[in-house]
């Protein structure tokens, strides 16, 4: 997989949008960091831009050319950044206004992958202030639940519940984050995660982690989750996963770049969990583990990126 056949110049001066006010902050700004500084050392005119200190009507009056957005989270991933650069009419990376705002959406995506006969466990959606029946929630989703705000990425918010007295309590602390919270059925088995690089499938990811389960302490700060790349799947597997993924992407409206998420049953069937169109790119971030065994370092990867603004955007 090529980088990029551009002259530097054809970038033009890029702003690397990082930071932000969503709850990802922290993980924004040192993913951010990570591509600025790969971009500087490959000769772009590329500089550092946080949303949160300055306002974004200054890519025009500071002429950028594009932008490479790494702001995770609500208010970087979910189309309200990229529609407000399509009327700037300034090129930006990954997906577009729709794909953003549905992959952002967990309710919303479940309900696509369901519609277009895509591979994904059974839900319920709770509405805060709705009366429930915890109890037969648990019962009809087979005993255990995970429990997600519908709009917060890095497993913020999460929590896997098996009694409703925990239910009650992570409804609670979900609600804190959005008025809308998915209640999915627990799949137990491995996880495996996707990454897509120029709308094409990289290498399978597989992670086990000796937590509850893989939770934002185990994706950033844990020394002990471990990951397999490729994840371990028979050829022919691996492939059909591989497929899955873009198939997944496609329905949403995503493109570019990004990443899908995967449980896998005891049974050995893939259930695709969610979409993630700006996914980390740190150091303990998935993409460019993929993205290395396809062999594309760092800096490689991040043109390869930048390189979506050319057809996407703007």
């Known amino acids: 997989m090529v980088a990029t056949t551009r002259n530097v110049k054809e970038f033009g001066k890029v702003a690397v949008l990082m930071g932000g006010d969503s709850a990802e902050r922290e993980v924004s700004l040192r993913s951010g960091s990570a591509v600025l500084a790969a971009l500087q050392g490959a000769g772009l005119d590329v500089h550092r831009f946080d949303p949160r200190e300055r306002p974004i009507t200054e890519l025009v009056t500071d002429k950028f050319d594009r932008v490479f957005i790494i702001l995770h989270g609500r208010g970087g991933e979910d189309g309200t950044l990229q529609g407000a650069l399509d009327c700037m009419k300034i090129p930006y990376t990954g997906s577009g206004v729709l794909g953003s705002a549905l992959s952002m959406d967990k309710i919303r ?103 509850v389960f893989y939770d934002y302490t185990a994706k950033y700060e844990s020394n002990k989750t471990e990951y397999h ?76 990126i930048l390189e979506t603004s050319f057809r996407t955007g703007a």
């Open 229 to 304: 790349c490729p994840g371990g799947l028979p050829a022919e597997a691996e492939k059909k996963l591989g497929e899955l993924a873009v198939k997944a992407y496609k329905a949403l409206g995503a493109s570019g770049w990004g990443r899908v998420d995967f449980m896998q049953s005891q049974q050995g069937e893939m259930f695709i969990l969610e979409a993630n169109t700006v996914p980390g790119m740190t150091e303990k971030s998935l993409v460019p583990m993929a993205a290395k065994q396809s062999g594309l370092n760092f800096k490689e990867l991040c043109l390869t």
């Open 109 to 211: 995506s479940k309900q696509i992958f369901q519609a277009t006969g895509l591979p994904t466990a059974d839900y319920r959606v709770i509405r805060q202030h709705e009366s429930v029946d915890l109890a037969a929630v648990l019962e009809e989703l087979g005993g255990t639940v995970m429990v997600k705000p519908s709009l917060e990425g890095s497993s913020i918010g999460m929590a896997k519940v098996s009694s409703v007295e925990d239910f009650e309590h992570a409804l609670q602390e979900a609600f804190k984050y959005d008025s809308n919270v998915l209640v999915e059925r627990f799949v137990n088995g491995k996880e495996f995660t996707v990454s897509i690089l120029a709308d094409k499938a990289l290498p399978s990811i597989s992670m086990t982690t000796p937590r």
